[in-house]
C-alpha cells in the first residue's frame, strides 16, 4: 500500500472519500459526519494538510485517515508527539470488505513507528458497536469513556512495541 500525503491540490480527493463514507454511513442509518465538517475547506481548518492521508493499492485509490500528533479536543492532556492520532478512517466503497480497513491502520502504526512513536489512539463512538469491534479487532485497547463536545465517546490506544504495554 502507497500512503502520500494529502497537499492543497488533492485535497478534494480526500473530502469526497469521506463524502461518499457520509453518504453511504447515512444510508445505513449509521450517520458519523456532518457534510459541512467534511468539505475541503472545513478539513483544512481542522487538520494539518499533511496530516490528511490518502492510501492506494496498486494506482487505485482505497481510503483515506488523519493521522496526527496531538488532538486537543479528545487527548488534550497528552503532549504533542507522544503519540499518533488517528482519525476520519474511511475505505472507498469499492474497495470495502478486501481488508483495506486493517491495512490502513497497519501504514498508521509504520509512519508512527518511523517517528520514534510507540502509540496509536483514537476515539469511537460508544454506541458503534461494529466500528469498536473492528478496532479491537485490530489491537486497540478502550481507555475510558469520555463526553466531549455532546459527544459519547471510547477512547482506545494501542501500544505498537509490545514491552512497553502498561
Known amino acids: 500500500m502507497e500512503v502520500v500525503n494529502a497537499t492543497c491540490e488533492n485535497i478534494e480527493i480526500f473530502s469526497r472519500v469521506l463524502k461518499d463514507a457520509a453518504v453511504w454511513l447515512n444510508s445505513v442509518n449509521q ?25 492506494y493499492e496498486q494506482g487505485s485509490l482505497i481510503g483515506v485517515y488523519v493521522l496526527q500528533w496531538h488532538d486537543p479536543l ?52 460508544t454506541l458503534r458497536h461494529r466500528l469498536r469491534n473492528f478496532y479491537e479487532s485490530n489491537g486497540f485497547k478502550a481507555v475510558d469513556r469520555v463526553f466531549i463536545d455532546n459527544r459519547d465517546q471510547i477512547r482506545y490506544e494501542k501500544f505498537l512495541n509490545q514491552s512497553e504495554q502498561v
Open 31 to 55: 450517520p458519523m459526519w456532518k457534510y459541512a465538517d467534511i468539505t475541503s475547506a472545513a478539513l483544512m481548518k481542522q487538520y494539518r494538510v499533511e496530516d490528511m492521508k490518502l492510501c
Open 74 to 125: 479528545f487527548w488534550a492532556s497528552s503532549p504533542e508527539n507522544e503519540a499518533g492520532i488517528l482519525h476520519k478512517v474511511a475505505v472507498c466503497r469499492q474497495s470495502a470488505k478486501q481488508g483495506y480497513g486493517s491495512k490502513m491502520i497497519e501504514s498508521a502504526e509504520r509512519i508512527c513507528q518511523e517517528r520514534k512513536i510507540q502509540c496509536l489512539r483514537l476515539n469511537c463512538g
